[in-house]
């Protein structure tokens, strides 16, 4: 049985364990320290605000363990702040700032689509997967993945989605769609 283990310390972990249990999995929210002894063999960074979470990360103790996780090469999911957090670099409009676990050789940037086009839908073919619905909310953009780094979709010419063996980061929010093709997918890797 998949146990997932759900980022819960801010932003939209309910919809991801909803989708997670719909497919079939076990969800264990993971709020404190503690929590990462659950015995959870999968990972799921939801969107919110990465700068908040990578704060909560660092302050509750839990950055490190979850690092040395992924390193050890338990599957995880990033999806918009999460794909921030597992980046290797942040490109920020004034500086380039430290992730929380940077295990994922990719360079972000935050709010890359401005105020105007703060939240969008689109859909397009994705990891192999046709016409993927795609949910936008002040994403970020993949502006540079490194090697041994696969894009895994691009829309309007941006890249919004890299893998890296157990790891996948999306810039969407695949949790708000309705489409579970993306959560089968992180469950089979
Ligand atoms: N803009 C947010 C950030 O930088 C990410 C938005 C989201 O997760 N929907 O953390």
Redesign the pocket.
């Known amino acids: 049985m998949e146990k997932v283990g759900v980022l819960a310390v801010q932003?939209?972990f309910i919809e991801h364990e909803h989708c997670l249990e719909k497919l079939g999995a076990q969800v264990v929210e993971l709020r404190e320290a503690a929590d990462l002894q659950t015995g959870f063999n999968r990972l799921v960074l939801?969107?919110?605000?990465?700068?908040v979470?990578s704060k909560l990360l660092i302050e509750l103790g839990m950055a490190e363990r979850l690092r040395e996780m992924i390193t050890a090469g338990m599957p995880v999911l990033g999806?918009?702040?999460?794909l921030?957090l597992l980046a290797k670099r942040i490109m920020g409009k004034r500086s380039v700032d430290r992730t929380a676990l940077g295990t994922l050789d990719v360079t972000v940037e935050?709010?890359a689509y401005g105020r105007q086009l703060g939240s969008f839908n689109a859909r397009a073919d994705f990891a192999g997967m046709e016409d993927l619905p795609m949910t936008f909310?002040?994403?970020?953009r993949i502006s540079e993945v490194g090697p041994g780094v696969e894009e895994l979709g691009r829309v309007n010419g941006l890249i919004v989605g890299a893998r890296a063996a157990n790891q996948i980061g999306v810039t969407f929010?695949p949790e708000l769609t309705g489409d579970p093709r993306l959560h089968q997918m992180f469950l089979n890797l």
């Open positions: 932003g939209a939801p969107g919110g605000e990465s700068t979470q999806t918009c702040a999460g921030i935050r709010n909310i002040r994403a970020p929010h």
